[in-house]
C-alpha cells in the first residue's frame, strides 16, 4: 500500500448526476494533487493543494470541483460530466519543499466511465 | 514548451534479459527525474528518482541513467521478471516549477 487511499474504485454515473471521489493520505503530507489518466495520453495534473490551498488549477471545467477540508482528505465533486471525461482519476501526496521537485505517493484510482 | 517523451510505446525482453527504457526531456531546466511503474488496475508507484546533480543512481535491480548533454534519461532493469510487466513512467521536473510533467509510458512485456 502506498499510504493514499481513494473510493470508489470504479463508478459509473450519467450525464445528469452528482458523485464524488474521495482521497485520504496517511503519510502526513502537506500537498494533494488530482491527476486525470486518459488512454494514450500523459498523466494531466488537474488541481494541486498545498496546506489546503488550491495552489493550482490547470484549466479544468468547472463540472470538475475540489476540496480539501484539511491535509488529509481530498475530495473532487461531479456533476454534469461528459463522456469524454471518462477516465481514470488519480490522487496523489506529496511532501513540498520550496522550490524542490519531490515524489508523489500515488492511490489506485477511481476509473470513472460517463455514460 | 515543456515534454517528456519516451522513444518506444511498447517493450518486449525475455525473462532474465536486462531491459532498458528510454527517456527524452526538452526542459534544460529541468533538475529532478524520476520514474513510476503502473501496473494493471493500479496507481503509478515510485521507483527510483534522480537529481541533475548526478547521472546515475542504483537501486534494487534498477538503476537510471542521466545525460544531462542530450537530455536523455534511461531506466535499466536487471534480470527482468515476470512481476516487471507495467507501464513505466518517466517524468521530470524544473526548479521552482514543483510541478511533475509526465512522459506517456512504455509498456514492458516479458517473454517466457
Known amino acids: 500500500e502506498t499510504g493514499v487511499t481513494q473510493t470508489p474504485r470504479h463508478l459509473v454515473m450519467g450525464m445528469t448526476n452528482k458523485k464524488s471521489l474521495k482521497c485520504e493520505q496517511h503519510?502526513?503530507?502537506?500537498?494533494m494533487y488530482w491527476y486525470k489518466q486518459s488512454a494514450k495520453k500523459p498523466l494531466e495534473l488537474m488541481f494541486v493543494?498545498?496546506?489546503?490551498?488550491?495552489?493550482e488549477n490547470n484549466s479544468v471545467p468547472s463540472r470538475f470541483s475540489p476540496e480539501c477540508p484539511n491535509s488529509s482528505h481530498l475530495f473532487l465533486h461531479l456533476h454534469t460530466l461528459q463522456p469524454e471525461d471518462s477516465a481514470l482519476y488519480l490522487c496523489?501526496?506529496?511532501?513540498?519543499?520550496?522550490?524542490?521537485?519531490?515524489?508523489?505517493?500515488f492511490g489506485s484510482g477511481t476509473q470513472l466511465s460517463v455514460l | 514548451g515543456e515534454s517528456v517523451g519516451l522513444h518506444l510505446p511498447t517493450l518486449s525482453v525475455q525473462e532474465g534479459d536486462n531491459s532498458i527504457i528510454n527517456c527524452a526531456y526538452s526542459?534544460?531546466?529541468?533538475?529532478?527525474f524520476i520514474w513510476y511503474k503502473q501496473e494493471s488496475g493500479k496507481g503509478p508507484q515510485f521507483i527510483i528518482d534522480?537529481?541533475?546533480?548526478?547521472d546515475k543512481r542504483q537501486g534494487q535491480r534498477v538503476t537510471v541513467l542521466l545525460n544531462k548533454t542530450v537530455k536523455h534519461l534511461s531506466l535499466q532493469i536487471a534480470a527482468t521478471q515476470p512481476g516487471d510487466s507495467a507501464v513505466y513512467f518517466c517524468?521530470?521536473?524544473?526548479?521552482?516549477?514543483?510541478?511533475?510533467?509526465f512522459g506517456q509510458g512504455t509498456r514492458l512485456t516479458i517473454n517466457p
Open positions: 496523489a501526496s506529496s511532501q513540498r519543499h520550496r522550490g524542490r521537485g519531490e515524489k508523489l505517493f
Open positions: 503519510l502526513g503530507h502537506n500537498a
Open positions: 517524468a521530470e521536473n524544473a526548479w521552482g516549477a514543483q510541478k511533475l510533467v
Open positions: 534522480i537529481r541533475s546533480n548526478m
Open positions: 493543494y498545498s496546506l489546503e490551498e488550491r495552489v
Open positions: 526542459n534544460s531546466a529541468s533538475d529532478y
